[in-house]
């Protein structure tokens, strides 16, 4: 889910980009952190655990110009025990008027625990399916943040709901769990034809629109969704929307993506929608087909600055390309792939903010990329603790589960890591493995299994990053240490602080960029596994300076990078004189340094002098301008630069 989250980016040709990044990312985690406020310290109710859920036919009847709401909710469901009675969770503003079981009207009650109890006929056994019709009716609960609101849009009605992660009772009878979907739903919507204003009005759902019928003054609109979906990315809305579409082609099996949008904001909305079809290309091309392609993707505006990743449609407070990106990439992670409980938030979260960064990298270039990247850093590290992965006490607060810091951007930036860990074959390869694995395609996953599937994928044994990255806390600082050694040679040394000690080490491929003299580059990535651990690098040209991270691909802070000590001490001790020179010039070196070889290269890169050691050397040959002296010694390499008149 998102409602304002994103990031600024530090390059003045990309500020405007990087302040709306910055407005629509932050504006999502924002909006998802509101939509739980009310309802984070809801558990699952232990009172419904003896059932699953397989199938709702849902019947609304609601009226845009007011907060009420009544319907007859079906429910099938399979005993996991046997029963006597059946539990849904209903707020108590909700009045139930009668429940039928094939006719039969049931005896119930309501509690203050926002409970509906029903005392069944008969017992119904083990393994049994069967099923109840509740009718009820009420003004639905809102307290502003969302569950089912009625507001206004420029003068004309509108409702909508948002119902993660526990908002669905208060407006529906029903089953509020993670990881219980109902195999399918049909959604029926009665409401006015007209508006006030004698505008038609459109409502909106999950799946497919089956049909509209009209009942005198009012409209019947059926969707029907036939994939897996838990309560709370089940939606409706409904208001005067202007609707038009564009076609995803799919390999030659084409699908529509619907946009209900506000007759206000129309032309807005059709200048900025059609980056969806791209988007949607990209992210099938990287993982798999959009995993609801024989229904729809849609987009329905609704009174909030950021979305919701309702299944097959998203609801939206706006149209930026990032916050279309990060809504419609929760169609495969969150709603394909429903995280297991709220300590796994991450992988909704995490995995929507990198996908939203894959579509900078691949729609914008690596530039852009890399200012998104170092955005996420620039958060992340902007406190020295706290984990990806929460606690039971994290839970219960929504501040804390809804963390732009952790949840997102930490969670993007683990993600992104495991790829430059694993390389981009193994680590794409291992995703498609999560998406489609069976015991959690169209179900939910937990952490340990999307990390089980990687290391099956991989063969690579990723206890150690995870243990660093996600469940414990903060982050590394470098410091990084060389000095060329000879002609070909460079040494390096990369120590590291950490800023929490619940990490004694973090194991992670630390990439360098070499940078010549005379410009050349060379990028280098080191298999940083130890503490103050030493690499040698064969390195075809003369070391100038050295570029920790270029690409901005490692958590991390306040680095440094420094020419080793004993290396400077060298340089300081070879003198060249006089400065400027047009005739000759003099060395001195220290008595206990050989030297075999003494190289002058102009500031083309070529080579004008070569010789043995010698104390005088004769310049009046060299074309004016700065010329690079080298000396190759038993010791290293010595540069120093001089002048020629």
């Not at 504006?27 to 699953?52: C, H, P, R, V, W």
């Not at 810091?405 to 291992?430: C, E, I, P, T, W």
């Amino acid at each position: 889910m998102k409602t304002g989250f994103l990031s600024v980016f530090y390059l003045v040709s990309l500020s405007l980009f990087a302040q709306d990044f910055n407005k629509n990312f932050n504006a999502i985690q924002k909006t998802e952190a509101k939509a739980a406020l009310s309802k984070m310290l809801f558990k699952a109710n232990i009172n419904t655990g003896n059932y699953d859920v397989k199938y709702h036919r849902l019947k609304f009847n609601v009226d845009p110009s007011t907060p009420f709401i009544s319907g007859d909710v079906t429910t099938y469901f399979e005993a996991k025990e046997n029963l006597t009675q059946v539990t849904f969770d209903l707020s108590n503003n909700m009045t139930v008027s009668k429940v039928l079981q094939r006719g039969n009207a049931l005896s119930f009650s309501q509690n203050a625990n926002d409970e509906l109890i029903i005392t069944l006929p008969a017992t119904q056994n083990t393994s049994v399916l069967d099923s109840l019709t509740i009718s009820y009716s009420g003004d639905a609960e809102s307290s502003g943040l969302g569950s089912f609101e009625q507001n206004e849009h420029n003068g004309s009605p509108v409702i909508w709901t948002l119902s993660e992660p526990y908002g669905a009772k208060g407006w529906w009878p029903c089953k509020q769990d993670l990881i219980d979907k109902a195999d399918s739903i049909d959604v029926y919507i009665t409401s006015p034809t007209l508006n006030p204003s004698n505008e038609v009005y459109v409502a909106v759902s999950n799946g497919l629109e089956k049909s509209q019928t009209i009942n005198g003054s009012n409209k019947i609109t059926h969707f029907k969704h036939r994939y897996p979906i838990p309560a709370y990315l089940i939606a409706i809305a409904v208001t005067n929307y202007e609707v038009y579409s564009h076609t995803v082609q799919n390999n030659n099996n084409p699908f529509d993506i619907i946009n209900y949008v506000y007759p206000e904001n129309i032309s807005y909305a059709q200048s900025n929608t059609p980056v969806t079809v791209e988007i949607m290309d990209l992210y099938t091309n990287l993982f798999e087909e959009y995993p609801f392609a024989n229904e729809k993707y849609g987009h329905a505006q609704f009174g909030w600055g950021g979305g919701m990743e309702h299944t097959t449609v998203s609801f939206m407070g706006s149209f930026s390309r990032g916050l279309i990106a990060h809504e419609l990439a929760h169609q495969w992670f969150g709603n394909k792939i429903t995280c297991g409980s709220w300590k796994d938030i991450w992988l909704n979260e995490g995995f929507a903010t990198y996908l939203s960064g894959l579509t900078i990298e691949n729609l914008d270039g690596n530039s852009d990329f890399i200012a998104w990247k170092e955005q996420l850093n620039a958060n992340i590290t902007s406190s020295t603790n706290g984990a990806v992965y929460l606690t039971d006490a994290d839970t219960t607060s929504v501040n804390r589960v809804f963390s732009s810091r952790l949840s997102y951007d930490k969670g993007a930036m683990v993600l992104h890591m495991l790829r430059k860990k694993l390389g981009d074959v193994n680590f794409f390869q291992g995703v498609k493995s999560y998406l489609s694995n069976p015991n959690h395609a169209y179900g939910y996953a937990k952490t340990p299994d999307f990390i089980n599937i990687m290391e099956s994928s991989s063969g690579e044994n990723l206890t150690e990053f995870f243990n660093d990255w996600l469940y414990n806390e903060g982050y590394p600082s470098y410091t990084v240490q060389w000095s060329q050694t000879s002609a070909n040679q460079t040494a390096i040394n990369l120590s590291q602080t950490q800023s929490d000690a619940s990490v004694t080490f973090f194991e992670a491929p630390v990439t360098l960029k070499l940078i010549g003299t005379l410009g050349e580059t060379l990028d280098i990535t080191l298999n940083n596994t130890v503490n103050n651990e030493d690499f040698s690098q064969t390195v075809n040209f003369t070391v100038a300076s050295v570029q920790f991270d270029p690409e901005s691909d490692l958590i991390s802070k306040n680095n440094n990078v420094t020419l080793a000590d004993k290396n400077l001490e060298l340089q300081s001790q070879f003198k060249i004189y006089p400065v400027p020179t047009s005739n000759q010039f003099n060395i001195v070196k220290p008595e206990h340094i050989q030297v075999t070889d003494v190289k002058i290269f102009n500031t083309l890169g070529q080579l004008i002098y070569h010789s043995n050691w010698s104390q005088t050397i004769n310049a009046t040959t060299f074309s004016s301008g700065l010329l690079l002296v080298q000396f190759i010694t038993n010791q290293g390499v010595i540069n120093k630069t001089l002048l020629k008149n």
